[in-house]
């Protein structure tokens, strides 16, 4: 039964640290909200913001599937730390969901990654996501539950999504803009700055020397705000586990 269901794509659209952990996937939400919008999601016909505090995000993915760690990777590289446990300060919202299929990811932008904290790699120049596509392969769309309730902008208790064209796909956006745009590259250190902080390390970033370059620049778009790097924090490779 559980075949016939569509993917879900969760969009993340702002600066967001994942946290790959044993007992399921995790998004952290940095306080930046002197600079930015409460974040909140958006389905296919409504919108809810998110406030300070923890939030879980439930639905049916019928027969679960064995699952490998750390998770699956693809597209554009993340800041990894591989971390099983990093302490972390208190984030504006922790999102904790089931484990994604794929973490795919997106809007790329040229960095130069430094840290002073023992066990990290410094310097470090890449390439990096500044969004994710965070990717379910079987969901029942009717059994998505964000707890505690948040408050949508129509009837309904939970996101009204449908699939988009002949993609098999639901998108549910977690979008986080700044109050001014466009933003600036100072804006998007000091949203990395404020990201690395929430997970306990020192780490530091700047742009290469790319970004000023013709047709480099970062996308500064509705949903790519400050080109901040995301940050994945996953187990050691070695690790492995089996979910029932």
Known sequence: MGNNWPQ?????????VLRDDVDGFRILIPDLMDTHFNPGFTATHNAAEVDNGAWNITFNTGEKKRSIRP?????????????PRLKCSSPFATLKLPT??????????NAVISSDTEGLPSP???????????????????????????KWDSPQQNPDLEVLGSAGAAVLTLDMQPLVAPTSEDHAMMAYRNMARM???NRFMRQGSAMHSAGQAMDKGKYNDCG??????????????TSR
């Open 71 to 83: 998770v699956k990777t693809s597209g554009k590289s993340f800041d990894i730390f591989w971390e």
């Open 8 to 16: 879900l794509h969760l969009l993340l659209a702002g600066p967001f």
């Open 228 to 241: 901040a790097a995301m940050i994945l924090i996953s187990p050691p490779p070695e690790e492995k586990t």
């Open 124 to 150: 470090m120049g890449d390439t990096f996501a500044t969004r994710a596509a965070l990717i379910y392969d079987s969901v029942d769309l009717s059994s998505i539950c964000i707890n505690p309730t948040l």
């Open 100 to 109: 994604p299929d794929l973490v795919h990811g997106l809007s790329p932008a």
């Open 199 to 201: 997970v306990g390390v």
